[in-house]
Nanobody, 115 residues
Framework: QVQVVESGGGQVQPGGSLTLTCAVS????????TAWYRQAPGKQRELVAR???????NYSDSAEGRFLISRDNADTTVWLHMNSLKPEDTAVYYC?????????WGQGTQVTVSS
């Protein structure tokens, strides 16, 4: 059974940094894509960053230059390093894992950027 578990959310002041961790169990990381999405109150879920099996990554316009996605294929873990956080980054952040024909979501972790 595949499980996707996020951690690392919390409250941080504007301009601060936070690192989210996504631990995937029950599956290999080979031929997989992993990503971070977020959903703010009253808004649709949106892609923040995606990283493929070979380490190729892409980012939303709002994340470009501030966030960094990385993964460890051996440990089946994905991270989202967030810098220069803004109040508009406040949202529930979800980890997404897709391999072959299956895809899975984590339960989400709250990130609040506020002074």
């Amino acid at each position: 059974q595949v499980q996707v578990v996020e951690s690392g959310g919390g409250q941080v002041q504007p301009g601060g940094s936070l690192t989210l961790t996504c631990a995937v169990s029950g599956s290999s990381f080979s031929f997989s894509t992993t990503a971070w999405y977020r959903q703010a109150p009253g808004k649709q879920r949106e892609l923040v960053a995606r990283i493929g099996n070979t380490g190729d990554a892409n980012y939303s316009d709002s994340a470009e230059g501030r966030f960094l996605i990385s993964r460890d294929n051996a440990d089946t873990t994905v991270w989202l390093h967030m810098n220069s956080l803004k109040p508009e980054d406040t949202a529930v952040y979800y980890c997404y894992f897709a391999r072959l024909t299956d895809n899975y979501w984590g339960q989400g972790t709250q990130v609040t950027v506020s002074s």
